[in-house]
């Protein structure tokens, strides 16, 4: 079963703005992970933050973990073109003994 | 570089034909994934193998079966592949079973 949710699902933006996408789980983890996908191609890691840590940074990229709501978001600042992507969320379910991947975030990028 | 490598980018077979999924990591680990993926259902688990020889089904096995006889390639087998398994199928490989997880670039797999 998929733990992690995003939110929303679909973004526009332009050029040169933040974007912001949340993801929202349901069990107790211990690390949660971010992902890109560029069209037709395969995944990609951002980062990982663990469930002790409140706060990450890598590059532009912000993500932050609230696991008393059980909810993470990422940012992305001064997006650009090429930023075009889905961004999924990555739980680890151990009840399943897998990773739970949630539905992905579709971002555009509008030049 | 670490790699994940899958056999075709694209492939078209028949309703009723065997198919072959090949996925080739070159970073040593242990984990292996096979996922298929359909606009708006996201990343469905199909099958996962956290050693040689070992396999353990995900959330949609149904249609499926996998092969891992050495550590580096991970197969996935249609049995009798339908219109239903139409879909972009991706491999991905990891150190430890909730670690990053490296991802192939996919199989675009028609069947008609």
């Known amino acids: 079963s998929q733990q992690g949710e995003e939110d929303p699902q679909a973004l526009s933006i332009q050029e040169g703005e933040n974007a912001t996408m949340n993801c929202s789980y349901k069990t107790s983890i211990n690390n949660l992970q971010w992902y890109r996908q560029n069209s037709g191609r395969g995944l990609v890691h951002l980062i990982l933050?663990?469930?002790?840590?409140r706060e990450k940074h890598s590059g532009r990229l912000r993500v932050t973990l609230d696991t008393s709501k059980k909810s993470s978001s990422l940012l992305i600042t001064a997006s650009r073109a090429a930023d075009t992507a889905s961004y999924f969320c990555?739980?680890?379910?151990?009840?399943?003994?897998?990773?739970?991947f949630g539905k992905g975030n579709q971002v555009v990028v509008i030049p | 570089d670490v790699k994940v490598t899958q056999s075709s980018r694209y492939l078209v077979k028949r309703t009723g034909e065997k198919v072959f999924l090949e996925c080739v990591q070159d970073?040593?680990?242990?984990?292996m994934f096979w996922y298929r993926q359909d606009p708006g259902l996201g990343l469905r688990l199909i099958y996962f193998s956290y050693d040689v020889k070992m396999k353990e089904k995900g959330d949609i096995p149904e249609g499926y079966s996998v092969s891992r006889e050495k550590k580096e390639r991970f197969s996935l087998i249609l049995e009798s592949a339908s219109t239903n398994q139409t879909s972009m199928y991706l491999c991905?490989?990891?150190?430890w079973g909730f670690g990053e997880q490296f991802f192939g670039p996919g199989t675009r797999l028609t069947v008609l």
């Open positions: 990555a739980t680890d379910d151990y009840g399943n003994n897998r990773l739970a």
């Open positions: 991905a490989s990891s150190l």
């Open positions: 933050i663990r469930s002790n840590e």
């Open positions: 970073m040593d680990h242990e984990n």
